[in-house]
């Protein structure tokens, strides 16, 4: 049962423009919302994360938007760079729980 | 460098076999995960261990087992493999019991069963 789903595999965009990637889920008892970058041959390394509390969290080019009411939240990245060509996962927990439940990814290609 | 080491990096092995995943987390980390991600999918919880007790189970099958020895590291044990546990297989570890905080992962094992 896919608690948390990305529903674009994949996403081309232009250096120098934004990224928008979403992600819905369906357990409202999540609480702590988390997005990760994984690059070939690497496993994922944490990017930004926001709690049931905040509708944004923002860190550097990245912000993260939570709609509690929708279940959605997205990742904006601005501007895009060709260094963020990567796989995106969110994921989703409730705090003090003992597992995330993952996506499966966004692949994200960033044009030159 | 997450500081979660995976050994091996890569594992090809015939069906039928058992292969052992290792994992070391990092340094005061407590709890280990494991994570398996097969082509075009998720990353798939499997189980959980908080200072050598299990926790959660996910999606394991009963042919996996694992286990978190007194030093913390953990490993993964896959028995009577089939073609379809080729996958990706993931570590992570973090500080505490829940996941409030970030985990960290990683690189992973390639298991290739033929």
């Known amino acids: 049962d896919q608690q948390v789903k990305q529903n674009s595999p994949s996403l081309s965009v232009q250096e120098g423009r934004i990224s928008i990637l979403n992600c819905d889920y369906t357990n409202s008892m999540f609480d702590y919302f988390l997005w990760y970058k994984k690059y070939p041959a690497e496993g994922p390394t944490f990017l930004i994360s926001i709690s049931s509390i905040k509708d944004k969290n923002e860190d550097g080019r990245f912000t993260v938007f939570l709609n509690k009411s929708a279940k959605h939240l997205s990742l904006h990245i601005v501007p895009s760079q060709p260094g963020d060509s990567a796989v995106y996962f969110c994921?989703?927990?409730?705090?003090?729980?003992?597992?995330?439940?993952f996506g499966a990814g966004t692949t994200v290609t960033v044009r030159a | 460098d997450s500081g979660v080491t995976q050994t091996p990096k890569h594992l090809i092995t015939a069906t039928g076999q058992r292969v052992t995943l290792r994992c070391s987390p990092r340094?005061?980390?407590?709890?280990v995960y494991w994570y398996q991600q097969s082509l075009d999918q998720g990353l798939q919880f499997l189980i959980q261990?908080?200072?050598?007790?299990?926790?959660a189970k996910g999606n394991i099958l009963e042919r996996f087992s694992a286990q978190q020895f007194p030093d913390l590291h953990s490993e993964l044990n896959l028995s009577s493999l089939e073609l379809g546990d080729s996958a990706l297989y993931f570590c992570?570890?973090?500080?505490?019991?829940?996941?409030?905080?970030?985990?960290?992962f990683g690189q992973g094992t390639r298991l290739t069963v033929v």
């Open positions: 340094s005061g980390d407590l709890s």
């Open positions: 994921a989703a927990s409730k705090i003090n729980d003992y597992k995330l439940s």
């Open positions: 992570a570890s973090s500080g505490g019991v829940g996941l409030g905080t970030e985990a960290f």
């Open positions: 261990y908080y200072n050598g007790e299990e926790r």
